[in-house]
């Protein structure tokens, strides 16, 4: 079968028993990489349901756990998968994208002055008036309070105190950051493949 014919076929499927008010966008799928890992802790690595019937049919994953509730296309019925694995590893960077997203995961998401989690910028650890260059190693996460008092100045001159050195992350580090962050719906089939501290049962 062609490849466009299974992504067709995956397309048709509609939702369950037709029921328009059950929605399936409640049911993504957890992506595991082929050494059955999340791809992604945050934001956690989730595909919808969709996406997923679709890689299934072009045989790209496969499908470690299901929800119990299923989708349908004129020649089959199908449970909906809430756990796939790559079948072809997908190596990460080594070091991940100079990003927002990825300063504020590094920091915690808290100003790297005061703790804040609110109104968050970033600063400049050394002004650019200074010399300071827009790198992992001079950005910090600052909350608008904070960033103000400092102005442009360092740090020292401000009379303030990071409380850790900006530095460049490597992708492990982020993703061990991410743990801290599960996000506010965990799908029980989810658990045995995300390392939070979940303690095990003897």
Not at 91 to 106: G, M
Not at 117 to 126: A, G, I, K
Not at 181 to 200: A, C, G, M, S, V
Request: charged residues 20%.
């Amino acid at each position: 079968m062609l490849k466009s014919e299974l992504i067709e076929r995956a397309a048709r499927f509609r939702g369950v028993d037709g029921d328009p008010t059950r929605r399936l966008e409640s049911c993504p799928s957890l992506v595991l990489n082929a050494d059955y890992t999340p791809l992604s802790y945050y934001p956690l690595s989730l595909w919808p349901w969709q996406t997923a019937i679709k890689a299934i049919f072009l045989d790209r994953v496969v499908v470690i756990e299901s929800y119990e509730r299923e989708v349908h296309s004129p020649n089959l019925d199908m449970k909906i998968p809430s756990v796939i694995a790559l079948k072809q590893y997908v190596k990460p960077s080594e070091f991940p994208a100079f990003t927002r997203f990825n300063v504020f995961l590094r920091d915690r998401f808290s100003c790297q002055f005061c703790g804040s989690m609110s109104n968050l910028t970033f600063d400049h650890v050394v002004p650019r008036r200074l010399g300071g260059r827009t790198t992992w190693e001079n950005i910090a996460t600052a909350c608008a309070p904070c960033n103000m008092k400092k102005g442009g100045r360092t740090p020292q001159q401000a009379g303030m105190q990071l409380y850790t050195k900006p530095i460049r992350p490597t992708h492990w580090q982020l993703q061990q950051y991410g743990k801290q962050f599960p996000p506010n719906y965990l799908h029980e089939t989810w658990r045995d493949w995300l390392y939070w501290d979940i303690e095990l049962e003897a």
